[in-house]
Each structure stands twice: as structure tokens, then as C-alpha cells.
């Protein structure tokens, strides 16, 4: 970091891994949960697939327009107390969803679904990379795993659920409350991250600098891939390789799992290859794959295509938080701009690839999904901030009092 951010010194930086892991395993299960609910939804609200999706927009609208205001909230606050607060407001959240009694109230209550989630996701980001740099080697990918597994882990439940019949208002008020009472105790082994009191107070909206501005795109092409792989490759199985419904069906469920394991695995990656390297190998991956999803006549030839672009696209996210994170005296910001990028690729890709496959075909989709794979190759060099032995990758730990700092990168 190119200022001092004040660290709470009486909290160990093993044990804070391991609590922001958790929070991160807490947020990704509020997001497995209502996805396994969405046909309740629709169903109860007698919703047509048009305005399903309508209102399947607005948590990402809703998340891009908050995610700004989350560095301010950090400032202020610090970063554990905003932790706190931001992902009990996102457990909370996932209570108001199943309330809604119309269309139009359900898009305004998945508004304030993705506006919590957006923030948590900066604040929880902005910590993880914080205490990255403590340790002193990659753990961004593994928690964006645990994000991952928590939500496999809570969709499992979510299916059990709806497979019972149960009413989704007591199952989501239930999980709610138990995920908010987990999280309580985790985020209290997080550090008391905080800017220097002389540190100007981030504005509440503000375009993201430059040199985020360029980490941001390498993400939009990560994410474009993951978002089209994860709504399209069900259909894709289907209507262009003759899949059967239950290996289309299967699709999501396998296309996460494996981005899950190859988030879990990719730290080791990291340290070994370096973030360079690894950006440019996931580049390589993912391009291979869609190039076998565009060559694919068969599932036995399409489904290794979309694994092999999981795992390319699995470790670019975290890795352009955690370059992110080092730019500037204010990570939250930073992330909050690349996020705000990155994020809005996974908000326009389904339509874009709906769009594209209604005046072409599929394949010619998933052409262009190979195209920005292969940007991951060309463009991993923006992620070289991400290396945690780098230069930018140096935190100066300053005690609450001021008075004495030190290098805690090797910890």
C-alpha cells in the first residue's frame, strides 16, 4: 500500500484467514439459497419468464449502484464493524424476497437485495486483501472458493428444501437468522482495519481511476465467460449438442462445482507460478475450452469445453481484487471500482449471448466467449499488482496510537 492502514495488532493473522473465509462462505450461501427458490417465486407470483427475468436484474443493478458508497462506509466505520454490518444486512436480505406480494414490489426488494450484496462484497474483499498482504501469500482465490462452496453447500439445502415442499418464506426466514447468528461471532476474529485519521474520506460516487479502470476489464472477461457458461450451457447441451434433459439440467450444478475446486486449489497455483503466470495459464485454459464448446457435436466433447473454461476463469476474480487492493491508501475503493466493472459483465452476458445466439446461433456466442478467454492471455499482465512480493504488495502496519510501523508481509 502506498499509505499506512492502521491494523488491529491483537489479532492474529491466521485466525483472521480463517474468520474472513467463513464470511465469505456465509455470503456465497445467502446467494445459493435464493437461487434454489426462484421457481417458488414465480410461481407464487404467477410470473411470465420475461418479467422473471426483469426482476432477476435488479440484484445486479441494485449491487452496481451501491458498491461505490461501500469504501466510504469502510472509512468511516472501519473494516471489521462494516463487515459486521454489511453481511448481517445481507443475511437479513434474503428474508424480503419470498414477502413480496407483486411484481413491482419484488423488483424493489431485490434491489435492496443486491445493494446489501454488493457492499459486503467490497468490505469482505477489501479485508481479505488486507490480511493477504499480512500473510504475505495468496489467499484470494481459496476465498472466493469458500464463497463458491458455501453456495453448492446451501443450494444443496435450498433443493432438499423445495424437494419437501416447504413454504420458502419460513425456509429463507430460517436460514437468514441462523447465517446472521454465524456470522456474528466470525467477523469478530477479523482485524479492526483502518484508514489513517489524516486519510481523506473516499467520495460517495466517483469513476474508477485509470489504472483500476484496466484490472476491471481483465474481470469483465473472466466473469462474461462464467456468467454465459453458468446460464447458457444447460441450453447450449441441449439445443446444440442433443444432450438429454438431465445432463443439461446437470450443467450448472457441474460447472460449479468446478469452479469451487479450482478456486479452492488455486492459491497453491499462485504461489508457485506467480499471478502473472497463472493469469496467463487461466487465459490459455479457458480459450482451449471454448474452443471445444464452439467445436462440440456431442456432450462427450462440450462438457470438458465449459469445465476447462471454469477453471480458466475460476482465479481471475480474486486475483484483480487483490490487485486491486493495492492501488491507492484505500483498498475499498479500488475494489469497489474494479467490482463495479467486473460485475457488470455478468449483468449485460446473459443478454448478450441470448442476443447473439436469436441473430446467429450459439456457437457464434460462444466465439465470442473464446475471443475475451483469449483476452485473459493477452492482458494478464494488468494483474501483476496481485503478486504478493511485489512492491505495491507491502502493507506498513501502523499501531492505533501511531507511534511505531513495520513491514508485516512475512508473517
Not at 24 to 32: E, L
Not at 382 to 407: F, H, I, M, N, Q
Request: proline share 6%.
Amino acid at each position: 500500500m502506498t499509505t499506512a492502514t492502521i491494523l488491529d495488532p491483537l489479532v492474529e493473522p491466521r485466525r483472521s484467514r480463517r474468520s474472513i473465509a467463513l464470511v465469505f462462505g456465509v455470503h456465497g450461501a445467502v446467494g445459493g439459497t435464493f437461487v434454489t427458490r426462484i421457481p417458488w417465486l414465480q410461481e407464487r407470483l404467477d410470473l411470465s419468464p420475461g418479467q422473471l427475468g426483469l426482476a432477476l436484474v435488479m440484484p445486479a443493478v441494485g449491487s452496481s449502484l451501491a458498491m461505490p458508497l461501500a469504501g466510504r462506509f469502510v472509512h468511516r466505520y472501519g473494516g471489521r464493524a462494516a463487515v459486521r454490518a454489511l453481511i448481517s444486512l445481507w443475511c437479513l436480505a434474503l428474508t424480503l424476497p419470498a414477502l413480496s406480494p407483486s411484481l413491482p414490489a419484488l423488483c424493489a426488494v431485490l434491489l435492496v437485495y443486491g445493494a446489501t450484496a454488493g457492499m459486503a462484497d467490497v468490505a469482505m474483499n477489501a479485508q481479505g486483501v488486507e490480511i493477504e498482504q499480512r500473510l504475505g501469500r495468496s489467499i484470494m482465490s481459496g476465498l472466493h472458493g469458500m464463497w463458491s462452496a458455501g453456495g453448492l453447500l446451501a443450494s444443496g439445502f435450498g433443493i432438499l428444501a423445495a424437494h419437501l415442499a416447504l413454504d420458502a418464506r419460513l425456509q429463507l426466514a430460517v436460514t437468514a437468522l441462523v447465517l446472521l447468528a454465524l456470522a456474528q461471532p466470525v467477523c469478530r476474529g477479523l482485524p479492526d482495519l483502518r484508514a489513517p485519521e489524516e486519510a481523506e474520506a473516499p467520495p460517495r460516487f466517483t469513476l474508477p481511476p485509470r489504472s483500476s479502470l484496466v484490472i476491471g476489464l481483465v474481470g469483465f472477461c473472466a466473469v462474461f465467460g462464467e456468467g454465459a457458461s453458468m446460464d447458457w450451457s444447460g441450453v447450449y447441451l441441449k439445443d446444440v449438442t442433443g444432450a438429454s434433459a438431465t445432463v443439461a439440467a446437470a450443467s450448472y450444478t457441474a460447472f460449479a462445482l468446478t469452479m469451487a475446486v479450482s478456486r479452492l486449489a488455486g492459491d497453491a497455483v499462485i504461489r508457485r507460478l506467480g499471478a502473472v503466470r497463472t493469469s496467463r495459464l487461466s487465459g490459455a485454459v479457458a480459450t482451449l475450452g471454448g474452443v471445444l464448446v464452439v467445436a462440440a457435436d456431442t456432450p462427450a466433447l462440450a462438457i470438458p469445453g465449459f469445465a476447462l473454461i471454469g477453471v480458466g476463469v475460476a482465479v481471475i476474480v480474486p486475483l484483480a481484487f487483490a490487485a486491486a487492493g493495492r492501488i491507492g491508501s484505500n483498498p475499498s475503493q479500488s475494489i469497489a471500482g474494479v467490482a463495479t466493472v467486473t460485475y457488470t459483465s455478468g449483468l449485460i452476458a446473459p443478454a448478450v449471448i441470448g442476443a447473439l445466439a436469436q441473430a446467429t446461433s450459439l456457437t457464434v456466442s460462444f466465439g465470442l466467449v473464446t475471443l475475451l478467454a483469449l483476452a485473459l492471455l493477452l492482458s494478464a499482465g494488468a494483474l501483476r499488482r496481485a503478486e504478493p512480493d511485489s512492491p505495491a504488495g507491502k502493507v506498513t502496519a501502523v499501531s492505533p496510537e501511531g507511534t511505531s510501523g513495520k513491514d508485516l508481509s512475512a508473517i
